[in-house]
């Protein structure tokens, strides 16, 4: 079986074709500026051929006329004909309280897909031109929507809800959603194979160190808190999201001259990483200047650990165990520096660093970076959204 699987943002499409009896990618690509002068396809056969070129695409439709026209081309494709693929899974950001699992696309989950959108303005709507599109060029199979809010919907009210009048959530839908959950509920799953259990007796933290950094607390194969919150700025430092900050900053800036606006794109696109070190945003481009000697550099390396152990240590004490603290994403799986600093700053909770594993696990590889010996495991478990999305499509469209 054959699944495709798309990723749509603003201005960017991501996609993936797999052979699901292997799980292997046949294809893989992306269009970029999507909307905007001088659009970009490059697209990547599993063999590793590339192709790269200047592509005219208006908008997500026409791109992903192009992506199909690209897949079936005699030189750079790998279909002799569309109908090979027997599913398309997309990855939604949004599907509020109304989602809790992935899911066939119909008039109704379009319908919740659009009354999210109020809830990530910058996402859904984008998901949504990416799936009205596929569906024209890929019709009659199943389009399956995979959601990153949904494997946090087992949160239960007590980590949910913020402490503000329940008029803000019963009438304003303000609460606690969390995001990359495809992502934590992968590791999860990786996770409890790589450790012999079921994964409904696995207890874990796992850490998603991207350009965007969540933690999920999994107590019995179910998420029970996560770090983002209403929107992905809640939480961890990111690579240009601030995370926690106190509320009343946000009214202080507003009293200072600032604009809703200003402040909402400084806390989203210039803090974090990006704010503390005045330059970078980049994990590989930071650590360079820490070794430099760059003072700012290294203090924004340092609240970025600082801020993950400290939210280790609140999960640790709401988990009713922990198998294993679980590192992924960009960061989690290739920074050998940023692992060994939260590794040592464990220490009092009992993780002891093994430097020789740390570099073992080097370039997406899975396993422990503490030693045998060490009273909490920290593993590294690369994780495949892409590949989570396509499973949960085959599964769904197989039936
Ligand atoms: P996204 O959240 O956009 O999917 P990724 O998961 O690819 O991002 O993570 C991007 C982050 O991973 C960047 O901060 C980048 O510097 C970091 N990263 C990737 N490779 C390395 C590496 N070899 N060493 C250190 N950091 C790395």
């Known amino acids: 079986m054959k699944v495709f699987v798309v990723n749509c943002g603003s201005s960017s499409i991501k996609y993936q074709l797999f052979s699901m009896a292997t799980e292997s990618v046949l294809a893989k690509g992306i269009v970029e500026r999507v909307g905007q002068d001088g659009a970009k396809l490059t697209h990547t056969k599993g063999n590793g051929d590339r192709l790269q070129k200047q592509v005219e695409a208006p908008n997500h439709s026409a791109a992903l006329a192009l992506v199909v026209e690209t897949l079936l081309d005699k030189d750079a494709g790998v279909l002799s004909s569309i109908g090979e693929i027997e599913g398309v899974g997309h990855r939604v950001v949004h599907g509020g ?6 899911t066939i ?5 379009i319908d919740i897909i659009k009354d999210n959108a109020r ?7 984008a998901n949504l031109s990416g799936i009205e599109s596929a569906m024209a060029v890929i019709p009659h199979v199943p389009h399956v929507a995979v959601f990153d809010t949904a494997f946090l919907a087992t949160l239960p009210p007590v980590a949910y809800r913020y402490a503000v009048p329940t008029e803000w959530y019963t009438e304003h839908h303000v609460r606690r959603y969390g995001f990359h959950g495809t992502s934590h509920r992968f590791v999860t799953q990786r996770a409890a194979e790589i450790l012999g259990k079921s994964v409904d007796k696995v207890n874990l933290i796992t850490v998603h160190l ?8 999994i107590s019995g194969g179910k998420a029970v808190d996560h770090s983002m919150g209403m929107t992905p ?6 690579g240009t999201r601030s995370g926690d900050i106190d509320p009343a900053i946000v009214l202080y800036m507003q009293r200072e001259g600032a604009t809703a606006q200003e402040i909402d794109k400084t806390l989203n696109s210039r803090s974090g990483l990006l704010g503390l070190s005045g330059k970078l945003s980049d994990m590989r481009d930071l650590l360079e200047q820490v070794d430099a000697g760059d003072k700012n550099a290294e203090l924004a390396v340092e609240v970025f650990v600082y801020r993950i152990v400290k939210y280790i240590g609140a999960y640790h004490a709401i988990l009713p165990g922990l198998d294993a603290v679980i590192l992924t994403g960009g960061i989690g799986e290739n920074s050998l520096p940023v692992r060994r600093r939260i590794c040592k700053a464990l220490a009092r909770l009992g993780a002891e660093g093994d430097n020789h594993r740390n570099e073992q696990t080097r370039g997406g590889k899975a396993g422990a970076i503490t030693t045998d010996a060490s009273r909490l495991a920290v593993w590294v478990v690369p994780t495949n959204e892409e590949l989570m999305i396509a499973r949960d499509t085959a599964a769904l469209a197989g039936k």
């Open 97 to 102: 309280e109304a989602i809790s699992a992935s």
């Open 105 to 109: 696309i119909d008039q109704r989950v």
């Open 119 to 125: 809830l990530a303005p910058l996402h859904n709507p």
């Open 210 to 217: 991207g350009n965007g950094c969540s933690m999920t607390a």
């Open 233 to 238: 700025l809640e939480g961890l430092v990111m």
